[in-house]
């Protein structure tokens, strides 16, 4: 998942940049994530929650993706020739 570089500061709408660097396995669902602001120099800790995940544009499909969808595609076709 990703998480903004930038925010819009709540206090005084100046951009608030991020100050906690990306972990190595990505970020998830509790991580804290600090941003300060470059107008009123606000520190504002957020944490990453399932409303951030929702935001996440859909990635596109892998080849894993593919693979089972054209599996479960077959086994519901061998399913239903079995009970015929």
Known sequence: MDVPK??????CGQPAY??????????????????????????????VNEEDAA????TAPTIADEARRILESRIEEIRKKDSE
């Open 6 to 11: 930038q925010i819009t500061c709540v206090d």
């Open 18 to 47: 991020r100050l906690t660097y990306p972990p190595e396995d990505g970020w998830e669902l509790g991580d804290y994530v600090a941003y300060r602001c470059s107008g009123c120099n606000d520190r504002w800790d957020l944490i």
């Open 55 to 58: 935001d996440q544009m859909p």
